[in-house]
C-alpha cells in the first residue's frame, strides 16, 4: 500500500498569514492526489482534485502544486474560517490512502 | 442539488452484523464510481471501501477484507456496506461519497458502534 506523510501535523498560524502544508507519496502517484478540509462534526469538505485544479465553489487562495511523489497545499492569505484539519488523499491505486491530517490553529 | 444521506448505524455487540445504505440523489448515480470512509473517534479519516459505477468492480481496505461488502443497487440510486463480524475497532462515523475524481460529495455521517 502506498503510505501518504503529511506535515506537519500541527501549525499556528495569524489571520492572513500564508501557510503550506504538505504530502509525500511513499512511490509515484502522478497526480493523483486530493485535498480536504474537515470542520468538527462535519463531513470533509474537497478542495482540490488531481494536485492542482480547484473544486467549484473553493476560494482562489487555496491552491495545490506537486507531482509524483511531493505535493502541497497552501494558503495564500488565512481567513477566519481556514482553521480546520486538512487531509491529503491519493486515488492513484487501491488501497487508497490519506494522510494522517494537519491541524491548523490559530496563534 | 447533489445529496448523498447515510442510514443504517447504531449499536451493535461484537461479531454482530450491519448494513449501511447510502440514498444519492441530484445526479446520475449509474455513472458515478462511489465509495466509503470512515472516522474512528478522535482520529483521521480511512478509506474502507470502493465500487465501480457499474458493480463490475470492488476494492477493500485489508482492514475490512472479508467482513465487509460494498454493493449498489442502481435502479434504487443506492449504495450499501454489509459489516459482518464487527470489532471494536470498526467504531466510527462512515461517510459515503462520490467520485469525480476526487471525493466531491459526502454525505453526513452515519455512526456505528460496536460495543458489548
Known amino acids: 500500500a502506498i503510505q501518504m506523510t503529511q506535515s506537519p501535523s500541527s501549525l499556528s498560524a495569524s489571520v492572513g498569514d500564508r501557510v503550506t502544508i504538505t504530502c509525500r507519496a511513499s512511490?509515484?502517484?502522478?497526480?493523483?492526489l486530493g485535498w480536504y478540509q474537515q470542520k468538527p462534526g462535519k463531513a470533509p469538505k474537497l478542495l482540490i482534485y488531481?494536485?492542482?485544479s480547484l473544486q467549484s465553489g473553493v476560494p482562489s487562495r487555496f491552491s495545490g502544486s506537486g507531482y509524483g511523489t511531493d505535493f502541497t497545499l497552501t494558503i495564500s492569505s488565512l481567513q477566519p474560517e481556514d482553521f480546520s484539519i486538512y487531509y491529503c488523499l491519493q486515488d492513484y491505486s487501491y488501497p487508497y490512502t490519506f494522510g494522517q491530517g494537519t491541524k491548523l490553529e490559530i496563534k | 442539488q447533489v445529496q448523498l444521506v447515510e442510514s443504517g448505524g447504531g449499536v451493535v455487540q461484537p461479531g454482530g452484523s450491519l448494513r449501511l445504505s447510502c440514498a444519492a440523489s441530484?445526479?446520475?448515480?449509474?455513472?458515478?464510481?462511489m465509495h466509503w470512509v470512515r472516522q474512528a473517534p478522535g482520529k483521521g479519516l480511512e478509506w474502507v471501501a470502493s465500487?465501480?459505477?457499474?458493480?463490475?468492480?470492488?476494492y477493500y481496505a485489508d482492514s475490512v477484507k472479508g467482513r465487509f461488502t460494498i454493493s449498489r443497487d442502481n435502479s434504487k440510486n443506492t449504495l450499501y456496506l454489509q459489516m459482518n463480524s464487527l470489532r471494536v475497532e470498526d467504531t466510527a462515523v462512515y461517510y459515503c461519497?462520490?467520485?469525480?475524481?476526487?471525493?466531491?460529495?459526502w454525505g453526513q455521517g452515519t455512526l456505528v458502534t460496536v460495543s458489548s
Open positions: 461519497a462520490k467520485e469525480r475524481p476526487g471525493f466531491d460529495y
Open positions: 512511490q509515484g502517484i502522478r497526480n493523483d
Open positions: 441530484g445526479f446520475t448515480f449509474s455513472s458515478s464510481g
Open positions: 488531481s494536485a492542482s
Open positions: 465500487i465501480r459505477y457499474d458493480g463490475s468492480n470492488e
